[in-house]
């Protein structure tokens, strides 16, 4: 059995895998306000048996979370429990970026999708709105843009005439009221900043692309861009299983 995690700005995910990369139980939490109270509950609705254990991995956006999972896991088995950026990741994926810097759940999905044959744009739609340009086996590097949730929130927490507002689809552009006004200027653009950047990442690169979805509000957007899109809500753990391999 193997346990692997992505420890986001905004969520936690934990996976209990099997040897077959099979994916046996999923929790997802909320990352703040982490601790060891919490973290036992969790593992108790996984039903760990961590005799069992052979592998933990997790990429990590957030250390100080990172570290209390970290010490958990050290009273609870004697197997190792990695970040991923500790591995050799040049081994799977040429990265071409400050490698300090990228995000590990970036290059994680990264290598989730890497081949010889095909170029990515992974958008991950989290905290921040993220694109992440893979040329076959080269991760060239991406773009980071203001997260939809997090804009809505600071808006409505900033704007005192502004109510608290669930994004939906809206056909029309022009909004007769303020939930409409909103959720249009949210929408429209939010597909109108993904469809110039691909466009702009095709045309800086003279590359074509698969793009892929993933994350947060990707259904909300998903047939409402220019390109063809497909949603991989498992691109991280898939990343995650494959980097395991390196753990011996």
């Not at 608290?164 to 249009?184: C, E, F, P, Y």
């Not at 900043?193 to 892929?212: A, H, P, Q, R, Y």
Request: glycine share 6%; hydrophobic share 40%; aromatic share 10%.
């Amino acid at each position: 059995m193997y346990i692997l995690g992505d420890v986001g700005n905004t969520d936690t995910k934990l996976f209990l895998v099997n040897s077959r990369n099979k994916i046996l139980k999923k929790k997802t939490f909320t990352t703040k306000n982490i601790s060891l109270k919490k973290l036992s509950i969790i593992f108790k609705y996984l039903v760990v048996d961590f005799n069992n254990i052979k592998k933990i991995l997790f990429c990590s956006v957030v250390p100080d979370s990172f570290k209390i999972i970290k010490n958990f896991l050290s009273k609870k088995t004697q197997i190792k429990c990695y970040e991923v950026k500790s591995l050799n990741l040049r081994s799977l994926l040429k990265i071409q970026v400050n490698y300090h810097q990228v995000g590990s759940d970036r290059i994680v999905n990264a290598i989730s999708l890497k081949n010889n044959n095909d170029n990515f744009i992974i958008l991950d739609f989290g905290t921040a709105t993220t694109f992440d340009v893979l040329i076959k086996d080269t991760y060239k590097g991406g773009i980071i843009a203001p997260g939809i949730k997090l804009s809505l929130n600071t808006l409505t927490d900033r704007a005192s005439l502004i109510p608290q507002i669930n994004l939906n689809k809206i056909k029309k552009v022009i909004g007769v009221d303020t939930i409409s006004a909103v959720r249009s200027g949210f929408f429209w653009g939010y597909v109108g900043l993904i469809n110039n950047l691909i466009d702009l990442i095709k045309k800086e690169t003279g590359k074509s692309f698969k793009i892929v979805f993933t994350g947060g509000l990707s259904n909300l957007f998903k047939n409402s861009i220019k390109a063809k899109v497909k949603y991989n809500k498992e691109i991280t753990v898939k990343g995650l299983i494959k980097i395991s391999k390196l753990i011996k």
